[in-house]
Structure formats: structure tokens, C-alpha cells
């Protein structure tokens, strides 16, 4: 680089330092402004997130008292916001533990479910081949424009109506506890099948048709292909669409607010967290950490599968 | 928490998973012993129909109903077009249609600029990949959440106390008086509005910068040597490039927009004209007791939704046919 003499064509006479062939087209763009703008917008996407991550460090006195930006001059750190939110037996306080056990037990059967289901069903449109499968595949890709609002208030009706009674006379029966969290894995498990399918579809039908028709040609049912075959090549697919789902399902307060019930039994943190803004919105020490307590998941995720969860917003967005 | 409680829930989730791998096993299993003239039947059906009677249970007979219950009232009796009369005629419904109409042309557009631009900056520089980490983080973060991190951003104290939220000291480091944001129309819909385009650009960026990475080299560089300057290789190469990833931007930004609810509810529940259909849906249907507004509301999201997922559809028709 050092070494390399400066060819500047002769007509650009505003021979700008390090715009020689070799610097190529690395720095086409960034130019000072470009630079000074990318800067400022990196810094409005992460001040919000910043400022409420301090604050939740901070005691409720200063909070109430002071902002956030004024750290230096009222410091203090404590880690009793946190200890109150998730720990605190009192009845006034957010009790989060529980509702984090609840966004757990929620978001993982609804995370597996849509995708046993899809990743089935998607196998089926691609490798069996029956009268009809190209229409009702398109069938099921065009459901994604049904708003879940449209399917709520019947869906609640049929699940307080039949499923609800049957699950507690199955309960009774075998003397086993029942919750809400049923009809929370089954509406999600819903809304998420057509895009499930439809993702899953154009990965699994890409799969060299060679290996599959080998393995049927041996004797393999569908079955034990689908599980042999399929599912371990389906992988990466299957972990893209996975950590999308579990984010949605984690983050989501609709589908809660409807079918959990809304009591610490089956709540989960979002729906809590809803709660505590309504009914106690200027209690800063508690709301700061306790959404960070409901943000901790998600930024694990993200920020260890990002790959993965960019290659699913890709395969979701630009794929056709 | 009590410990019993605790186990009471890890022992239903274990349940669930359980009986659910055994269902499945079991009629992939039995599938497998059907008789074999049978077998390629039993076979497609297995596969195919769990998925396909919960969507006709779940989401096909739902939507169904709902348009039904659209046209009904309280008593279920049909009464025509009163509910639709309803939300365009009430001052109120009125103003959360309106609502929802500016939502869906800021969100997109600013979302999709702002992330295009940021995305084209910092394109191939050095920490790029930190740099995008910042603006897509917003996007693992629930609703909720953000809604919590920009209350408090625009929480507002009397002048003569120190202020804790930091727009209101901005505003009276600049020499103003403190606002009461949240409450204060019709900006409040514009400051709930920049929440979702803070969560928006993360994906425009994303999946635009993915995309101008597809550019070839090559016609840039021949761009370049040709004496273009950065302004003309944007307008001449980059743009005709992302053409279609922008339609699919601005398409998903515009559908997740229409159905935005929990920002609403989170920050003002839809008080001060902040409300949206989204919102509103909620709020008839399963708060104000009026099924019958609440599926008519619901109804006009599918409208509304309908001719962006048709032209995205055909935008990547046309793409693949292209190819």
C-alpha cells in the first residue's frame, strides 16, 4: 500500500489521498459525512436500550431523582431492582420469576411443535407425490395473509367451549394438573404453521432427489426417510426457523393476553410487564430491570445465533 | 415462586412434549405397518394431516366465523353493515383508521431509507459487522420491551424537578419547557411511531445490505472508472440492483405495521388518539364486549393487508421468471 506509486488519471485534478487503484472499491462510500451519519445513527439505535440498561443499576432514589446521563455526578450501583423483581415474595412487587418459568414453558413446546408439524408436512408436499399438492400448497402459503386478528375471538370461543372441558375431564380422570398453557402451544403452533411450511418447503424440496429415491428404492418408508434423511439435512433450516419462532412466541403479547388467562399460572413476562406499565408506570426501579429481564433471553439468542437468525430473515423475505 | 409450583409447570411442559412425541411416533409408527396397498396413503396423510386440520380448526373456520360475526351484533343476530358503518362514521373509529394510515406510510418509508442509508454507509468498512449488530438488536427485542426503553425515554417531570427522561432534557437543554409527550396530540402517534421504525430498520438494513452485497463488483468498479460520482453509482447501479429486495422491505415492514399492537398498548393503550385498528380490535372485542366491532375491525386489517401481500406475491413471480 505504502509502496504503491499514486496513478491518479490525469482528469480527476482533485487527486484525493488514497483513492489510487488500490484502494479500490472499499472506500467508495465512506466519505466523512457518510461516516459522521452512520455514527450518529449507531448511537440513536443504541442511547434508548443504553440509558434504561444504567438506569436498572441504579437506586430507586437516584432513578426518580436524577437522570441517567447524570451518572457521574449521583453514582451509585445496586442490584436490588433485580433482586426485587425476580426474588421478592411481597405481594406488590412484579414476582417475575414466576412469569419467566411461564415465557419458558410456553416458548418451547411452541417452538417445537410448528416445526415437527411443518417440517412433516413441507416433507409431504415435496417428496409425495399426490393429485392436488401444488394447489393446496399454495393454498396454505396464501393463509400467511390471514391476520391472526381475524382467527381470535372464535378460536377462544372453541377452546373454551371444547377444549377446556375435555382437557379438565382428562385431568380429573388421571388426576393430573391442567393450565393454560395448552391452548397458548396450540394457537401458536397455528400461526405459525403456514410460513413454517412454506420455509421449510423450499429447503427440503432443494434436497437431491437421488438420496431420497435411493433410500425408497431400498425399501425405506417414508417414515424412516423423513427421519433419517430429511431431518438431519434439514438442520440448518430447521435452526433458522427455530430461533425466529422462539423469539416471536418469547416476545409476543397478543396471543398471550387472549388465551393465557393472565394469571402468574401461565402468564409470561411480556403480558406481566404490559401489566406493570399500565397499573404502575412510574416505578422505574422495578419496570428498568424487569425489562431486562425479559430482553436477556432474546439478546442471547440473538447475539449467539445471528447468523442463523439473518439466514432465516433472508430465506423468509427474499426467497419466492 | 414456590417450589412446588415451579415443578408442577416443568412437569406440564414435560407432559406436553411427551405426549406429543408419542403421538407423532406413534402414527408415523403405525404408518409404517399399514397394509401395503394401502401404505403411500396411510403415508401422505400421516404427514399432512395434523398440519392441515389445525389450520382448518385454528385459522380457516376462525377467519370464516369472524367475517360472519362481522356483520352481527352483540345478540349474534345479523344486522348488515352497522359495525363497518360503525368504525367509519364514529369520530373515534375515524381517528384510529387515520391512525393507522399514517403509521403505515411512515414506518415503512423512514424505516427503509434510514436502514438503506445506514447499510449503504457502512457497506465493507472496517467493525461493519458491530456497526449492524447495534441497529438489528432492536429487532430481537420484544414489543414490550421497547415500549418500556421509550417511555422512559420520553417520561416527563414538572419543570421545576429534574427530569428522567431524556427527550424533555434535551428539549430544555435547548431552552423549552417539558412536555408531556405521551399525552400531548397528535405527536404522541408520531413518538409511538418512531418506536416501531426504531425496531424496523434493523431488518431493512439487514436484508438491503445482503442484498447490495449481491451487486457484482465489477459494475461498480466500471461505474467508478467511468467518473461517476457516489451519488450516480447509487441511483445507477445500487438502486436497479435492490429493486426488488426494496419492494420486499417496504411490503413486510408495511404488513407488520398494519397489525402493530403492543407498542400501542404498552405505551398508551390506545388513550390520547394514539389507538390503531390493531389496538382497537382488542380493546372492542375482548375489553369493550363488541365481538361484532371487533371482527369488523379485524375484517378491515385483512383488506388492508390483502393488496400488499398480493403485489409482493407477484413482484417475486415476476423475480423468479426473470431468472
Known amino acids: ?320 | 415462586m414456590r417450589t412446588v409450583d415451579l415443578i408442577e409447570k416443568i412437569v406440564q411442559v414435560g407432559l406436553g412434549l411427551a405426549v406429543f412425541a408419542a403421538v407423532i411416533g406413534l402414527i408415523l409408527f403405525l404408518a409404517d405397518k399399514a397394509p401395503k396397498k394401502a401404505k403411500d396413503v396411510v403415508q401422505l396423510v400421516v404427514f399432512l394431516a395434523p398440519a392441515i386440520i389445525l389450520l382448518a380448526i385454528g385459522l380457516i373456520y376462525p377467519a370464516i366465523r369472524t367475517s360472519i360475526l362481522a356483520f352481527s351484533n352483540k345478540a349474534g343476530d345479523l344486522i348488515g353493515l352497522d359495525n363497518f358503518a360503525w368504525i367509519f362514521t364514529q369520530p373515534d373509529a375515524v381517528r384510529v383508521v387515520i391512525n393507522t394510515l399514517i403509521w403505515v406510510v411512515c414506518v415503512p418509508l423512514i424505516s427503509t431509507i434510514v436502514g438503506l442509508s445506514y447499510a449503504i454507509f457502512i457497506d465493507r468498512s472496517r467493525g461493519e459487522k458491530f456497526f449492524k449488530a447495534l441497529v438489528f438488536m432492536p429487532m430481537a427485542i420484544s414489543f414490550v420491551g421497547a415500549g418500556i426503553i421509550w417511555r422512559f425515554l420520553y417520561d416527563y417531570r414538572p419543570a421545576e424537578r429534574e427530569q428522567i427522561g431524556l427527550l424533555n432534557q434535551i428539549v430544555i437543554w435547548l431552552g423549552g419547557e417539558p412536555v408531556k409527550w405521551l399525552q400531548t396530540e397528535p405527536i404522541n402517534t408520531f413518538l409511538l411511531i418512531i418506536v416501531m421504525i426504531w425496531i424496523q430498520t434493523g431488518f431493512a438494513m439487514v436484508v438491503l445490505s445482503a442484498s447490495i452485497k449481491g451487486i457484482p463488483t465489477e459494475q461498480v468498479e466500471a461505474a467508478q472508472l467511468d467518473g461517476t460520482n457516489a451519488w450516480q453509482r447509487f441511483v445507477n447501479v445500487t438502486l436497479p440492483g435492490i429493486r426488488s429486495s426494496i419492494v420486499v422491505v417496504v411490503t413486510t415492514i408495511s404488513i407488520a405495521t398494519l397489525k402493530v399492537f403492543d407498542i400501542v398498548r404498552t405505551m398508551t393503550a390506545g388513550n390520547f388518539d394514539t389507538s390503531v385498528i390493531a389496538n382497537e380490535m382488542y380493546t372492542q372485542a375482548f375489553r369493550a364486549n363488541e365481538p361484532g366491532r371487533g371482527a369488523a375491525l379485524a375484517l378491515v386489517l385483512f383488506v388492508l393487508v390483502l393488496p400488499i401481500v398480493i403485489y409482493n406475491v407477484r413482484v417475486l413471480r415476476k423475480q423468479k421468471e426473470i431468472r
Do not use: C
Not at chain 1, 37 to 55: D, E, H, M, R
Not at chain 1, 64 to 69: I, L, S
Not at chain 1, 247 to 276: C, K, M, Y
Open chain 1, 1 to 320: 500500500m505504502t509502496s504503491t506509486p499514486v496513478a491518479a488519471p490525469i482528469d480527476t485534478d482533485v487527486a484525493r489521498p488514497g483513492t489510487t487503484k488500490t484502494a479500490r472499491v472499499k472506500k467508495r462510500l465512506t466519505s466523512r459525512g457518510a461516516t459522521i451519519v452512520s455514527l450518529i445513527i449507531a448511537v440513536l439505535w443504541t442511547l434508548p436500550t443504553f440509558g434504561l440498561f444504567i438506569s436498572s443499576f441504579r437506586p430507586e432514589e437516584e432513578i426518580k431523582g436524577n437522570g441517567w446521563w447524570t451518572i457521574f455526578a449521583n453514582p451509585g450501583f445496586t442490584l436490588d431492582n433485580y433482586s426485587e423483581v425476580l426474588l421478592s415474595s411481597s405481594a406488590s412487587s412484579p414476582q417475575l420469576g414466576e412469569y419467566f418459568v411461564n415465557s419458558l414453558a410456553i416458548a418451547i413446546p411452541a417452538t417445537i411443535f410448528p416445526l415437527v408439524l411443518a417440517a412433516m408436512a413441507a416433507y409431504a408436499f415435496a417428496w409425495i407425490k399426490f393429485r392436488g399438492s401444488g394447489a393446496l400448497f399454495v393454498f396454505i402459503f396464501a393463509l400467511q395473509i390471514v391476520p391472526l386478528q381475524l382467527a381470535l375471538i372464535p378460536l377462544l370461543q372453541i377452546f373454551s367451549g371444547i377444549l377446556q372441558p375435555f382437557q379438565e375431564s382428562v385431568g380429573d380422570a388421571l388426576n393430573i394438573p391442567t393450565s393454560n398453557y395448552l391452548q397458548i402451544w396450540i394457537a401458536h403452533t397455528i400461526f405459525a404453521l403456514p410460513l413454517a411450511i412454506f420455509l421449510l418447503h423450499n429447503f427440503i424440496s432443494e434436497i437431491p432427489g437421488e438420496v431420497i429415491e435411493a433410500a425408497r428404492v431400498d425399501g425405506a418408508s417414508h417414515g424412516q426417510v423423513f427421519l433419517r434423511i430429511i431431518i438431519p439435512l434439514a438442520i440448518p433450516a430447521l435452526a433458522s426457523f427455530a430461533i425466529f419462532q422462539f423469539l416471536w412466541v418469547w416476545n409476543d403479547l397478543l396471543v398471550a393476553l387472549i388465551f393465557s388467562g393472565g394469571t402468574s399460572e401461565a402468564a409470561p413476562l411480556t403480558q406481566r410487564l404490559a401489566e406493570l406499565t399500565g397499573s404502575r408506570g412510574q416505578e422505574w426501579q422495578r419496570l428498568t430491570a424487569a425489562a431486562f429481564v425479559s430482553l436477556v433471553v432474546p439478546l442471547i439468542v440473538f447475539f449467539s445465533l445471528q447468523r442463523y437468525f439473518v439466514r432465516g430473515l433472508l430465506a423468509g423475505s427474499t426467497k419466492g
